[in-house]
């Protein structure tokens, strides 16, 4: 049974930082490209930041770029998604997802097969 759990969301103040973790089992963990997506209320779920398979390549949104940052660690069956410098803007659940195309780091969604079910980070002001 394929599971990604995400964990490490919460409540900040502008400019502080969150640490979210995702644990996948029941599938090859280093034979896909793991994502971070995020979904604000009334937005469409958007790319946020995607690692490929070895770790090799990565790819983050332009809006994040400096701040966020994705690593993973294979032994583990984790990626990590490192957010500094937080804003309101940020506000979203956050879900990571897989990808079976692991030596590409894709934007799409439809690209995904596997998903959690999300964490919740909420900047304030």
């Known amino acids: 049974q394929v599971q990604l759990v995400e964990s490490g969301g919460g409540l900040v103040q502008a400019g502080g930082s969150l640490r979210l973790s995702c644990v996948a089992s029941?599938?090859?963990?280093?034979?896909?490209?793991l994502g971070w997506f995020r979904q604000a209320p009334g937005k469409e779920r958007e790319f946020v930041a995607g690692?490929?398979?070895?770790?090799?390549?990565?790819a983050t949104v332009d809006s994040v770029k400096g701040r966020f940052t994705i690593s993973r660690d294979n032994a583990k069956n984790t990626v990590y998604l490192q957010m500094n410098s937080l804003r309101p803007e940020d506000t979203a659940v956050y879900y990571c997802?897989?990808?079976?195309?692991?030596?590409?780091?894709?934007?799409?969604?439809?690209?995904?097969?596997?998903w959690g079910q999300g964490t919740q980070v909420t900047v304030s002001s």
């Open positions: 029941g599938f090859t963990f280093s034979s896909y490209t």
């Open positions: 997802a897989a990808d079976p195309m692991a030596w590409v780091v894709r934007v799409k969604i439809e690209g995904y097969d596997y």
């Open positions: 690692i490929s398979g070895s770790g090799s390549k990565t």
